[in-house]
């Protein structure tokens, strides 16, 4: 009777166990000992260098340009995908004609692959033909038809921003869609009877209960961006001149692009590091500032 | 009081409207765009066209290997969701058993979800490539299957505990094994846990660009993503082709989309939402 327990867990947990282990958790760690390493990914010998790659890391230009550009993208995003997806739940949350038709239209590029989207504003924005050339032609406004949003330093890093928002802001909609629907509607009945407008009832009703949804929208949102590679590397590469460069595209260069696996790897190690921190602290900020009901 | 009432009302409908045009219509102009023949979208990007065509689809299908970037992804993404629901809704059964490190090896497997792809894709890379399985589909395949376990095991884990006991001993006293119990007791009510699961792995891997980017090179094996992406490099585009190619990647998931926008939108904030 034991063993033929001990043998279906055996036949049950086997083949997940085997694969996950094998193509997350070894990688994963294995990633701690390369890490130390100068290996190129090709020699088939390499050597022991200490923490001179974390050493390297810390005086490289590029890392502390991407880690400032990716704080600056990460938050940019967060703030404004929250803030409208909030906006709009709120909104979406009544009885209005249509509401399911806006839900859905709010949501669809959710599904739409990064690539696609990526490509369709390189369209919009394409100085030569783009739409947005034609609209800044049609109301007379020369200077701005002519910029080349994704191909200037000033502007590249906030164009893809601005694309990452378009993208997943009915995807976090959805979410405090969700948490919306689960405030009881006495809750507003009573704040009304204590002379409540929408602007109070907002601030200490919907906002306090539906706490949990933020937690989960903020913290998603930052891990997300925070690892942010598929838009960047179609819409501008990084460039120009690493304006747009972000640490998830600085890791695919340094590795993929000038071979150097040792030093891409402690690079994302400390990308691992920054996010498990971030998260951690985050979840337990926005835990205390959940309301029981 | 009324007044104001209808006034923010139909504020909210200007606000919905104009923001929906702003969603609606950059995609619209990549569907309206790949009709156009090629002459004419120089001379009038934006405007509708004059003649309709179907030519840029049939371009892209065959002069630009289309049909194979297609069938490569359809097959990557079959195989990869169905081992992915397989072996997850397998595990995560037996992790209900309760047996002594059950809930550990629960834990083993969700560590997964937070560790960031950038944190394993070069170590992955060397893996494959001494386990001579970089550059195939079997490798690509295993490693979605891998990536996308540890939210699958969490959602049937989620479900399955939800089953009670007594059907799974009613079915074991007709002399049911465990793996005849698993089979034709517990998969086939758990049908909208495993549609909610296949839509979210299925979608993952369908639209996903990075691990094939990094893990095949050989163009025969790519994906439509790939093959979107070197279509544009290494050509001067034929910008209403390019926009053919773009809408048979996204027409089948929008397609879905508009048939079953419950499941959908349930699959993908499941790993978000409890319940």
């Not at chain 1, 991407?66 to 409208?84: D, E, G, H, Y």
């Not at chain 1, 937690?215 to 590469?237: H, P, Q, R, W």
Request: glycine content about 6%; overall charge positive.
């Amino acid at each position: 009777m034991k063993l033929r327990r001990a043998m279906n867990i055996f036949i049950f947990l086997a083949p997940a166990t085997f694969i996950y282990t094998l193509f997350v958790m070894v990688p994963s760690i294995s990633g701690l000992y390369y890490s130390f390493t100068d290996w190129d990914g090709i020699s088939p010998s390499f050597n022991l260098i200490g923490a001179a790659n974390f050493q390297e890391i810390f005086q490289d230009r590029l890392f502390y340009k991407s880690l400032r550009n990716s704080v600056i993208f990460t938050a940019i995003v967060v703030v404004f995908k929250n803030v409208l997806a909030l906006f709009f739940a709120v909104l979406l949350d009544r009885k209005l004609k249509l509401t399911g038709f806006f839900r859905s239209v709010f949501f669809l590029p959710a599904i739409i692959s990064a690539i696609v989207v990526a490509y369709t504003w390189v369209t919009i924005f394409n100085p030569v033909f783009g739409f947005w050339q034609v609209l800044f032609q049609a109301i007379g406004w020369e200077s701005a038809a002519k910029y080349d949003l994704l191909g200037s330093t000033a502007t590249s890093l906030y164009a893809v921003a601005f694309v990452s928002v378009w993208q997943t802001m009915g995807y976090a909609m959805v979410i405090y869609l969700a948490g919306l629907q689960t405030i009881p509607g006495e809750l507003y009945e009573s704040a009304e009877m204590d002379g409540a407008g929408r602007w109070r009832k907002f601030v200490h009703v919907t906002f306090p209960l539906v706490a949990p949804a933020v937690t989960i929208n903020l913290i998603l949102s930052t891990i997300n961006a925070f690892k942010e590679f598929d838009l960047v590397y179609i819409l501008t590469g990084g460039g120009p001149f690493d304006s747009s460069q972000v640490i998830g595209t600085a890791i695919y260069k340094v590795a993929f692009e000038t071979n150097q696996f040792g030093y891409g790897i402690a690079m994302s190690l400390i990308l691992f590091f920054i996010i498990a921190m971030i998260s951690l602290g985050q979840l337990w900020y926005l835990k205390k500032r959940e309301v029981e009901y | 009081m009324a007044v104001a009432d209808r006034i923010v009302r139909l504020l909210a409908y200007v606000l919905l409207s104009v923001t929906s045009l702003v969603i609606l219509y950059p995609i619209a102009i990549i569907f309206i765009s790949s009709l156009k023949p090629g002459k004419e979208f120089m001379a009038d990007p934006f405007g509708l066209p004059k003649s309709w065509t179907l030519q840029n689809y049939v371009s892209a299908w065959e002069n630009a290997e289309f049909s194979t970037y297609f069938g490569n992804s359809f097959v990557i993404t079959a195989a990869s969701v169905l081992f992915t629901v397989l072996f997850g809704s397998m595990a995560s059964y037996a992790l209900n058993w309760n047996f002594r490190g059950s809930r550990q090896w629960f834990s083993y497997f969700l560590l997964g979800i937070m560790i960031p792809i950038q944190a394993k894709i070069i170590t992955l890379f060397i893996l494959l490539k001494q386990l001579g399985i970089i550059n195939t589909h079997f490798g690509l395949i295993l490693v979605f299957v891998a990536f996308d376990l540890p939210l699958s095991i969490f959602i049937f884990f989620g479900f399955f505990k939800t089953i009670p006991m007594e059907l799974k001993d009613a079915a074991q006293l007709d002399g049911c094994s465990e793996v005849g119990t698993f089979w034709r007791i517990i998969m086939p009510i758990s049908r909208p846990i495993i549609s909610t699961v296949v839509i979210l792995t299925g979608l993952h891997v369908w639209n996903s660009f990075f691990l094939p980017l990094i893990l095949l090179q050989d163009r025969k094996l790519f994906p439509i993503t790939l093959g979107l992406q070197r279509l544009k490099g290494e050509f001067s585009v034929d910008w209403p082709m390019f926009f053919a190619a773009m809408v048979m990647l996204m027409i089948p998931i929008i397609v879905l989309f508009v048939l079953m926008q419950k499941q959908f939108i349930k699959g993908l904030t499941s790993g978000a939402v409890k319940g």
